[in-house]
Every structure is written in C-alpha cells, then in structure tokens.
C-alpha cells in the first residue's frame, strides 16, 4: 500500500519485521476515523456542558455497554438481531435464486420484469411495514417478511444479470459435449453466475441490514432497534448510542466475515471480476 | 431424396440456406450449399467475412436449424447438437472456474466415466499437448495459446467423429498460432477424425487441410474446391510447407478466389451506399 511511495523501498523488498509494522500501520488508519469522531464527540461534550440527557460521554456510553454486557441483556438483543437477518438471508437465498434463475434464462421474462424488480426495490421494506404490521402483528414474523423482502430483491436481481452475463459459447461447448438441461445449470449457469449472486447477497444484507433495524424500532420484540428504540421512551441516551455503535459494529463484523471471504473464495480464484 | 448414402460419407449437406430474422424482415445469410465430407477429411473453409461461415458450422453442429435445406451426419438428420460432433470456437470457451484437468475432463464427466479412467486419459492428453505441470492452474493463469490448447484438448478428450472449428487460433498472436496450427496437424493425422475448419487465412487453410472449399461473399456459396496433395504426418511443419513450390501455387490459386470474392464485397458495399445515399 503507502510502502511503494518511496521507490528505494519498492525496488528491495522490506524486511519482513518492517512489512509487518507497516500493516500494522494500515490497520491503525482504519481505526483514524473513527477515533477522530470520538474525540470530536467527547470535544463537543466537553466544551457544551450539555446535561446527561441531552448528550453523554464516551466513557459513559462504555461503561453502560460493560453493564448491559455482564447483565447478558446485550447479548439477547444481539443474538435476536443476528438470527433475524442470519434466518432472512438464507430464506431469500434460497427463494431468490431459483427466480432469478427462472427469470434470467428467459430472455423475455428477463425484459420484461426488470422494470418490475426496479420498481419494487424503490418501495423500500419499510414502506410495507404499515400493511404487514395489519397482516401479521407486531411479531418476528414481520419483522423477517420485510427483512425478506429488503434482501431478496437484490438477490434476485443479481441472479438474474449474472445468468444473462454467462457467455452463450460456454453453454453450447457444453451442448456439444453432450450436456443436459440440468448439467448446464449446475456446471456453466449457477458457477457463472455465482459472482454476481454473492454481490447480490451483500447489497441485500446492507439493505436488510438497515431494514431489520428499522423494523425491530416498530415492532418491539427485541433485538438491537428495539433497544435503542426503547432507551429514547426513558430518555436513557448512552443506551441510544451505544446500540448505535453496535448496530454498525455488527454489520462491519457480518460483512468481513461472511461477505467478504465468499466473494473471495468465488471471485477472486477464479479471475472472473477481478479486482 | 438422401437413399443412397455412401458409408464412407460422414457429413452430407444438401440444398442448405439460411435466413435469420430481423427486425428488418428476413435476411438472408447463405446461398444454397451443398457439400459432402468424408469419413477422416480435413476440410477447411476459407471466405470473407460476413459471408455465412460460421452459420454453417452452427448448423452443423446443431445449434441452429437451417431454413432450407437438411444436414446429415453418419445418414442421420442433424437437428441438436451431440457428443458426436465437438466444436472449437473463436471465443474462448472453456470454464474459468474449472481448473485446466477438469476442463479438460469435462466432457468425459459428461459422460459418466469413472473418475480414475478420466484422469489417466486426461493425463496423456496434457502431455501431448504440453501443458504437463498446469492440471491445476486456472484459465487466467494461461497464456492465449494456452487456453486455446485446452479448449482443443476437451474436444479430443470426449472423442467425437466429428470436430467443428470456428477459427480457433484467431485470438492467438502470430508465432503461437504457427505452433498451434502444427500441433493441429499433427493430432489430426494421429487420431483421424473429420474435421471441419473454417477460417480467413489462407496459409492457414491450405496448410491444414486436405480440401480447401473457398466462399464467395454474402450471401455466400461454395465456389470452389481445391484438393490439396496429401504430405506425410511428419512433414507438416510451415518451414517445409512455404519452400514447398507445389503447396504455394496452391495458396496462390486460394489468394486470388478470396481476394476477388473481397473486392467484389468491397463493390457491393461501396454501389450499396451510392443507393442509399445519391450524390
């Protein structure tokens, strides 16, 4: 990374104690920003002298996290929000693939509905919310319906670009091999479009995401909306913020775990986008 | 109208032509064609481009369906592709996702064999093709004429009658080609397939095959044949084919039919835009 500005650096390769402080270092530059936000908020507090329930310190928010954590109630919430989003994403996954499937092989349905696909992307999830809530309630199963319906929208979607994108030669070099219907599914359609279907499953957690914690403020059985949404009718401001920190703490950590090492088991070995 | 079938005739086509539809209406991509291959030949097509070359060959293969006319492999009509006719494209067409032994392999897993049969015949043809030490690269990990080897390979490893090739070596810069075009040969005359091969090189055409049918332009036909003398497997490398006095005059002969059938394309579309645009 910034190794290669000097170029007497870039010409010999770096002493393997220094290659591994300099990543260290990048790792630290990560963190810049967010210690920088910090500072600011703890400056603003500093210099405003607001009252505690206007706005609190850092340390306050951490020290409420560290109570709620040995409590165990932080990681109920956080358990409800993680199996919310971890059920919805396998439900659209295995919904939304053989849709997009269905609808990308056809190359009429395909034109057809991507003006359909838009659309519905723009009425958000939480737009629904109103309606489903009269259908279902304030349950979990709202909560998932529209989680559901956030995440598998861009699934479908992606499947349905990415099986167009396969090239056409592929599938007839396969034909003349003998190839069935279902042969060219698993072999050239679901691989080629694998890429695509794993960008389409990480715009959905994003989506989903944001949707989930909306939807868990409305609905109120539990998980991490549902506690911030619950500390603003008591006026308890650390609790707002520190769920605050930990709804994109959680979402970094999904991303980075999940996400990310399925894209780069799919699309970087086999140079199909690379980077 | 196809009684007789002479055995030894492995690819009949009889009063083939082709219209694709447009928004435009129909239009037409090959005049009548009418051509027999047989069993083992090497039959190159040569012509310009656009002149319906690659048409035929999908129509051979089967993934197309002529308007006119019938295609018969071994007195049976062709009407989808099958194992018993391969094709190479121009593009590139084996899976990137697949390393360079299950490309290879890919036709004889098709096939149901035994996963230790496949790996020993996938082994021998990795050799012959030099590609030993690459099982498990990747295709991006290749060269050009790398992949066109493995392209060439999963065809032969899946042994049809029959190998189709769309220029295959089109995308290959100059110097591999000449080696691919070499090794081509000499495969060929090992394993005495039929192939069918089309392309727009001429040296390319009289150096592979036994038969060079060249095609005049759009809507194209088949204007003439010309039988290349038969060389011995060992003697097919292009320094022997170009000081060959007798293989030159053949290139010649084949340079002058595809140079006219170019000019006149070249009239056609020049008097064409004079119509469509007066002065």
Redesign the interface.
Known sequence: MSIAIAPRAAARPLPSGLRVAARQLSGVKILIPFIALVGVWWAIREAGQFPERVLVSPARVWDTLVVLASHGVLAEYISTSMSMIGIAAVISLAIGVPIGFLIGSNRYAARGLEAFLRYLQGVSGIAWLPLVIIWFGFTHTTTLVIVIYTLIVPIIFNTMTGVRAV?E??A????????SRL?LIT??YL??A?PSIVVGLRLGMGYGWRALIAAEMLVRQGGLGDLIFGARTSGQIDRIIGGMILIGTLYIIVNRLLVQPLENL?IA????L?K | MMAVQNSAEKIVVSGFRHFFDTEDGPVQATGEINLKIAAGEFVTLAGPSGCGKTTLLKAMAGFLRPTEGAIHCDGKLVTQPGRERGVVFQELAILPWRTVRRNIGHGLEIAGMPKAERDEKVARLIELIGLGGFEDRYPHELSGGMRQRVAVARTWAADPDVILMDEPFAAVDAMTRLTLQEELARLCAATRKTVFFITHSVDEAVFLGDRVLVMTRRPGTIKATIEVPRRSPGGRDWESFTTDPAMQSIAEQVLRMVRAERGAADADEKREAAVAAPP
């Open positions: 090239p030669h592929y007839l070099a396969l034909r003349s091999l003998g190839a042969r072999d050239v691989p080629g694998l799919t070995r086999w140079g199909v690379r």
